[in-house]
């Protein structure tokens, strides 16, 4: 068929630059991200719960690749060391650049939401510990409630925020960084069981020269990176260590500072030109190949009664939000620290709720620490229920913040007389003219707003 401009159209293949770039900007808003990602479980969800289950099995356990480079991998496997490799090499940049530039580079503003983050991993391992062990069960998965899916979390934060404290969200993406950067060192440390040197001495040169290169000598171009990144990730996966530790590790390598010879911070620029093939590609597929649980009643059962599948359940749903906001409160109240301008502890409590949206890294640890498919399948099973419940709960508690910052945001802004001055402003002269005997409505008032987006607070309410 040809197309309006007289060229013809192909299906399917390369997009005009204007849709191109249109697509690639929607993939990089949170919104959307998490929008693809929840279509891609809901579809994994359903073809595996459909007579299609012995079709979904056999594409999920198809092998493929280059046996002799140990590389001859199932579908899901690629999809969880290849892929995701891209998804944690965008988490290692956005980490490198909030180091250098961004939230963590001042130990002052950083305290909070590192201390929540350390906290929001460990409490929910030890909720899973104790329930799991009173249950006669073992501390297999103490690892799989403590990620929290950034992609899902901001896609919710993005879809409920109207008026919610621009805080909130650099808060969540502060505490998810961190979050990706202890699940990385949790899965080399924990979930390697035999290195095999020479590879891993290889991988370690390897970045070296990716260093060098980026680093010292400032080369540009992808076709230098692209083949050199293909050998590291083959090297670390060679070395027995889960290949997104490589992804991890070249994010964290990239310059955050401004190139001159560019005008741009390469790793942020090379985080955004990756960001749409992880959040449209990478995170999709892994999320189709390891979401298709099935969820009979005697899987959703087993989340219950059995002491695994419980624990991470509750360490997802109860732990997170005992570690993020017990930590925070901790923090704020035993040190200097304080709470980004515009805060509360009732936002606070709203957000770790929702850092109990646990998916893709849970996911991922969950394979790891059960190779078992039965047990596997439970523990997947209680990933996707102690994901759901969080981001139930969460979207309740932040529709109501959000309600109520709306509410102030109205009376601030209100103006019945239509004479382009906010009533509050007339209010505060009046009571001035009468010696203080008219008091504001509006509780606010004595406090108006500089410099603000819409809808932000002007103080913490509690």
């Not at 009173?134 to 409630?145: I, M, Q, S």
């Not at 070296?208 to 990144?229: D, I, S």
Request: aromatic share 8%; net charge negative; proline share 6%.
């Amino acid at each position: 068929m040809p197309h309006r401009n007289g060229r013809p159209h192909t299906f399917l293949g390369r997009l005009p630059l204007p849709e191109r770039t249109f697509v690639a900007d929607a993939l990089r808003t949170e919104t959307v991200g998490g929008i693809v990602l929840l279509t891609a479980a809901a579809a994994a969800l359903v073809w595996a719960n459909t007579p299609l289950r012995n079709a979904y099995e056999a594409v999920r356990d198809f092998h493929f690749g280059i046996g002799a480079l140990g590389l001859d991998l199932s579908v899901a496997h690629w999809t969880a060391e290849g892929l995701l490799a891209i998804f944690f090499f965008v988490a290692g940049a956005e980490l490198k650049r909030e180091l250098v530039v961004g939230e963590l580079r001042d130990p002052k503003a950083a305290t909070v939401p590192v201390v929540a983050a350390l906290s929001g991993m460990a409490v929910p391992a030890l909720v899973y510990g104790i329930v799991a062990t009173a249950g006669g069960g073992t501390w297999n998965g103490w690892a799989v409630p403590m990620a929290t899916d950034i992609a899902f979390a901001l896609g919710v934060l993005a879809v409920i925020d109207t008026h919610l404290p621009s805080a909130l969200r650099a808060f969540l993406l502060t505490l998810a960084i961190v979050d990706d950067l202890g699940a990385i060192i949790v899965i080399a440390l924990f979930y390697t069981s035999t290195i095999h040197l020479p590879a891993l001495l290889g991988a370690a040169l390897g970045l070296g020269l990716f260093y060098v290169l980026h680093t010292r000598k400032h080369v540009h171009g992808w076709y230098w990176y692209v083949p050199l990144a293909l050998v590291i990730w083959g090297l670390t996966h060679a070395a027995g260590v889960h290949a997104t530790v490589a992804g991890v590790a070249m994010g964290l390598l990239l310059r955050a500072a401004k190139d001159g010879t560019v005008g741009h911070r390469p790793a942020e620029h090379i985080a955004h030109l990756a960001r749409p093939i992880s959040a449209g590609v990478a995170v999709p597929l892994f999320a189709l190949f390891a979401a298709g649980v099935s969820m009979s009643g005697d899987t959703l059962g087993a989340v219950i009664t059995t002491p695994e599948p419980l624990g991470v359940a509750l360490g997802l749903a109860a732990g997170k939000v005992l570690g993020v906001f017990g930590g925070t409160y901790l923090a704020i109240r035993f040190t200097r620290a304080q709470l980004g301008p515009g805060l509360a502890l009732a936002d606070v409590f709203a957000l770790a709720v929702l850092a109990g949206i646990g998916f893709t890294v849970s996911l991922l640890i969950g394979e790891l620490a059960y190779p078992d498919p039965v047990d596997q399948e439970h523990i997947k099973a209680a990933v996707l229920v102690g994901s759901l419940t969080a981001a139930l709960v969460a979207c309740v508690l932040l529709r109501l913040r959000n309600n109520k910052y709306r509410r102030l945001y109205e009376a601030e802004t209100a103006d019945t007389d239509a004479d382009g001055i906010p009533d509050i402003y007339q209010a505060d002269d009046a009571t001035a003219l009468h010696g203080g005997d008219l008091a504001p409505e509006n509780p606010h008032a004595d406090r108006p707003h500089r410099s603000r987006r819409p809808g932000s607070p002007s103080e913490s309410d509690g």
